[in-house]
DNA sequence: AGCGATTTGTACGTATGTATG
DNA sequence: CCATACATACGTACAAATCGC
């Protein structure tokens, strides 16, 4: 744990950057690699100081940061802990329905298709130009109740991670989880619309949507992340937006 | 201004809670009373520290609060600002209505009543028991275009206030800013639902709402600051989320 | 209940880096 | 190039909460 973090300090040397921002990224990293699970303790201010050529004050600032982000917890006299994880998520910030019972209802996505798409002015203006754009095709069941139709885009660079990614896991995914391991970028704030539609991008699916949902994810440095479309068919069930992006 | 900020981190100093938070109320105090207006500059660090007793680090923290609030915005060699209201706003973050350029649409809110509610197991999960609840009814004007009917519930200390502010500004007003600047409650964190209905609330509305938008405000302190209700016809508009929740 | 040891929270003072004008 | 002002960083000190003895 504490040598996890260590190693990942002393591999981001050369990094760019404030340290405290190194430090809170090291600590992240052993909590996204899976060497950190939610309860565990932390090493305290005092440890990292002396294990670390950084000063008390930096340590704090990091930390800091992590108790913003809602990743870790800390109180005086017993230490500070990885937060626990208080919604379980298969599936990225969008599409989560509630059940009668109010907890998030299960989804099972499944992968229909995926292709690069032409560059057209709509992808340039979100990605900037130059970028090769790909889009993901999925069709998600929820709570295998209904099923949602959903158009993913992004950069190619970032949707050849997730589809390798996408298979071992099932086709399950966590976007956002897996872009702040795999991509090193931290989706900070995710803009939404909602609309009625007579729109069907997919005939087959044999049933008209009803509200299309379209995302924007952004990272830390407001550039876009991705994009999705998630064509909704006339439900009954409540659909969440949390404004609380943390993991 | 730097005086008016002086006078209240002097007034408060029997007041409880770190200094930071002290001064961080003082300048929320000068800006909420209209002393500071927005793209105005602040004092600067060294000016402060000088000023007050406070050390360096100390107003960099408090500073940095705002700068979280999202009410200042700072510069280095320029100086810190209060910051510019981005995005124009009579209402709080629900409700926000796209048009077709994407801007969003304006509102005009009208008072149609206000009460307290029976106290039920409902209100008591949320704010507590012991806590009267009061509830705001407003129809909403989208652009003169159509109308949303919106209930809005809080404790009676908050609704007061509310119904305070809203005669001054024509009935209009940001929940989240006041709450901030009268309460000292920032709003960290929005819940949202939206669900199809056949409910009607307000039968002389004239149409029947076809969605229902819930949101649930929650303070820093993870308190709920209040619930809204708002029913919404049916209409082509895209319905804005952002996960973004500075002013 | 009391007493230390531990650990975070707050605060101070200082120094240096870096963008702005 | 220089002064200004924020950003980062270091080291220290003490307060307050917690835990074990």
Redesign the pocket.
């Known amino acids: 744990m504490i040598d996890s973090i260590q190693a990942r300090v002393a591999a981001a040397h050369a990094a760019t ?6 430090l809170r990224d090291a600590i992240l990293g052993a909590i996204t690699s899976g060497e950190a699970i939610p309860g565990m303790r ?6 990292l ?1 002396k294990l670390l ?6 340590i ?2 990091a ?2 940061q992590l ?1 913003q982000d809602g990743v870790v917890v ?7 802990f990885i937060a626990p994880i208080q919604r379980q998520m298969a599936e990225p910030r969008h599409c989560r329905f509630l059940g009668d019972d109010g907890t998030i209802l299960p989804v099972y996505p499944h992968l229909v298709g995926h292709q690069q798409v032409r560059t057209e002015r709509r992808w340039t203006e979100l990605f900037g130009s130059g970028v090769k754009v790909a889009r993901i095709d999925r069709v998600i069941s929820i709570n295998h109740e209904f099923e949602v139709f959903s158009r993913f885009f992004a950069p190619q660079a970032i949707t050849r991670k997730l589809l390798n990614r996408a298979r071992n896991d099932a086709e399950s995914a966590n976007f956002k989880l897996i872009m702040l391991r795999e991509l090193g970028m931290p989706i900070t704030r995710i803009v939404q619309t909602i609309v009625r539609t007579d729109d069907n991008p997919k005939k087959q699916l044999g049933w008209r949507p009803h509200l299309v949902l379209e995302a924007t994810a952004y990272t830390g440095e407001g550039e876009v992340a991705y994009f999705q479309e998630i064509y909704i068919p006339p439900v009954d069930r409540k659909l969440l937006f949390d404004s609380d992006l943390r993991l």
Do not use: D, F, H, W
């Open positions: 950057g404030p340290k405290y921002q190194i932390l090493p305290t201010e005092a440890e100081s050529p950084y000063s008390l004050g930096t704090q600032k930390y800091g108790v800390r109180s005086r006299g017993r230490g500070s």
